[in-house]
T-cell receptor
Framework: DAGVIQSPRHEVTEMGQEVTLRCKPI?????LFWYRQTMMRGLELLIY????????DSGMPEDRFSAKMPNASFSTLKIQPSEPRDSAVYFC????????????FGPGTRLTVL | GIQVEQSPPDLILQEGANSTLRCNFS?????LQWFHQNPWGQLINLFY???GTKQNGRLSATTVATERYSLLYISSSQTTDSGVYFC???????FGAGTRLTVKP
């Protein structure tokens, strides 16, 4: 398997613009996770899905953030409008099961909002 | 939620030295993973280790779930071991703050 795939790898945008990050999980994995990594807060979970259904979005920072998973092989994380404080590396991960299950991470998307 | 603490926060070693990284967690867990984040930012799975001991080459890990800690051992360190090592408690998706390891030639 190709592993978790994320695109784009780098994104530079201006404040106020809409940003869409994309993720393709490992085939057969039923859980998908979105994380954000910053120097100040480290790695933090934003939202996770089970069988394409959002289960816990308590980590989503505010209403400007939204995530969807229209099918088992694709998920998006959207920020609208973007702000400079959203600059971070966003990781997608997937696993087969949750709790007692190993998570595999994608390469991340480095987002810079000017 | 579960608190995850890693120590030491920073570690500098000479190539060839051994090291032990520690991860403490505040409640019982059914999953624990160790990751290495390389200088390019990629998160690489090292061990999935809810309990017991595992070894992979120069690296090994031990989790004592009843005492709420896990240890990652790195033997004969190499410069390519540099980066940040994270433990993560998956049932709460909590990551520790990491240990930044620098191995000098």
């Amino acid at each position: 398997d190709a592993g978790v795939i994320q695109s784009p790898r780098h994104e530079v945008t201006e404040m106020g613009q809409e940003v869409t990050l994309r993720c393709k999980p490992i085939s057969g994995h039923d859980y998908l996770f979105w994380y954000r990594q910053t120097m100040m807060r480290g790695l933090e979970l934003l939202i996770y899905f089970n069988n394409n259904v959002p289960i816990d979005d308590s980590g989503m920072p505010e209403d400007r953030f939204s995530a969807k998973m229209p099918n088992a092989s694709f998920s998006t994380l959207k920020i609208q409008p973007s702000e400079p404080r959203d600059s971070a590396v966003y990781f997608c991960a997937s696993s087969r099961g949750i709790g007692a299950a190993e998570q595999f991470f994608g390469p991340g998307t480095r987002l810079t909002v000017l | 939620g579960i608190q995850v603490e890693q120590s030491p926060p920073d570690l500098i070693l000479q190539e060839g030295a051994n090291s032990t990284l520690r991860c403490n967690f505040s409640d019982s867990v059914n999953n624990l993973q160790w990751f290495h984040q390389n200088p390019w930012g990629q998160l690489i799975n090292l061990f999935y280790i809810p309990s017991g001991t595992k070894q992979n080459g120069r690296l090994s890990a031990t989790t004592v779930a009843t005492e709420r800690y896990s240890l990652l051992y790195i033997s004969s360190s190499q410069t390519t071991d540099s980066g940040v090592y994270f433990c993560a408690v998956a049932n709460d998706m909590r990551f520790g703050a990491g240990t930044r390891l620098t191995v000098k030639p």
